[in-house]
């Protein structure tokens, strides 16, 4: 987790919200190496993550429900994520989320 988030300005990280997962069990060490505060959604409460469970559902189209990730390799969860930072979203008056990424971090280099 600190290697996808350390190619992200310091002044760009606000929170991360996390399921209860024993994958989090270091949270701690995160949060301090990353300077970013990590909260924990409620059990049994995803409308808390909101944005979480939607990206799950169209990780859902290329990994059906089920399907053991261990089994995904990294390459292919890679483009799978590309894919998905590609495709435009009303949300984002039809931008891609990459294309509103890339240009949140053009705007804080610059200042």
Do not use: W
């Not at 409460?45 to 995904?72: I, M």
Request: with cysteine; net charge positive; hydrophobic share 30%.
């Amino acid at each position: 987790m600190t290697d996808l988030f350390k190619h992200v300005p310091v002044e760009q990280r606000k929170t991360l919200t996390l399921d209860n997962g024993k994958e989090f069990a270091t949270h701690e060490k995160v949060s301090e190496k990353l300077e970013l505060p990590i909260y924990f959604a409620r059990p049994y409460c995803s409308y808390e993550r909101g944005t979480n469970e939607n990206a799950n559902g169209l990780l859902r189209q290329f990994v059906p429900k089920k399907s053991d990730l261990g089994e995904v390799s990294h390459k292919s969860l890679s483009h799978y994520v590309d894919m998905m930072n590609d495709r435009p979203r009303k949300r984002l008056n039809y931008k891609t989320p990459s294309e509103c990424f890339n240009s949140q971090r053009t705007v804080a280099t610059e200042i």
